[in-house]
């Protein structure tokens, strides 16, 4: 996202590579036009929908009355203030689970939102990110109560816009276009996409017969090539 690129988030469960127990642990909440599985699958791929373990919600996200999906972009002139608005809701047991919460990020259940809790209270916090960053955040009682959220951002150049309760839910961006220019948010992400690059280069490279390497040989070339040249145009670290 930060480079420009326009990838949506799905939740899956990737099953039983992650989880043995069952599937349905990371799920996907598509706004549908149509209460059928065709338009669901079509919401994931235009990307109205937000992930979720179930145990929050991010209804209705907005930036300026623009949702996610198709024709999910504000365009601005210049630097301005955007308004974000959304509709949110979480629900934590009465008594917190210390065992879950204290466990790091790389340890199961990674998406729960007992982990969110704010220390032993009931509230878990609802975060506005930027260009990944977060730029402002606001608590809300996780009483299983939906409650209308808004935040006033300013956007200084293109950006994408998201909302998150880490690490149980989060948005598809909305994006944030200002006088035209493309997202350029990040050196360093571009620099770690080709970093990818060649990692995976190298990870596949000894797998491949020596006479099939050459389609592989300019598939690699182009997103490296693609990547220097985001890298070139990105001028924030």
Not at 47 to 71: A, C, T, W
Not at 78 to 97: F, I
Not at 163 to 169: D, G, V
Request: charged residues 30%; aromatic residues 8%; hydrophobic residues 35%.
């Amino acid at each position: 996202l930060n480079t420009g690129y326009r990838a949506r988030i799905s939740g899956e469960t990737d099953f039983p590579c992650i989880y043995g127990e069952r599937v349905g642990l990371g799920r996907s909440y598509v706004r549908q036009k149509a209460l059928d599985y065709s338009d669901w699958v079509i919401g994931l791929r235009e990307g109205r929908n937000y992930v979720s373990d179930g145990k929050s919600h991010l209804i209705d996200f907005r930036v300026n009355q623009v949702e996610m999906g198709p024709g999910g972009e504000v365009k601005l002139a210049s630097a301005g203030q955007v308004k974000v608005t959304a509709k949110v809701a979480a629900l934590l047991d009465e008594t917190q689970n210390a065992e879950i919460r204290n466990r790091r990020y790389d340890q199961k259940p990674y998406w729960d939102v007992e982990r969110s809790r704010i220390g032993i209270t009931n509230r878990v916090p609802v975060e506005l990110v930027v260009n990944g960053q977060v730029v402002a955040t606001k608590e809300v009682a996780a009483d299983g109560q939906v409650r209308d959220l808004s935040f006033d951002v300013a956007v200084a150049r293109s950006s994408w816009v998201a909302l998150r309760i880490l690490p149980s839910s989060h948005t598809n961006p909305v994006w944030v276009m200002v006088g035209d220019k493309p997202v350029r948010a990040s050196r360093k992400s571009a620099e770690w996409c080709l970093a990818a690059v060649d990692r995976c280069y190298q990870q596949k490279v000894g797998r491949v017969r020596l006479e099939e390497r050459g389609e592989m040989e300019r598939a690699y070339e182009h997103a490296r090539q693609a990547y220097r040249r985001l890298i070139a145009e990105s001028t924030i670290d």
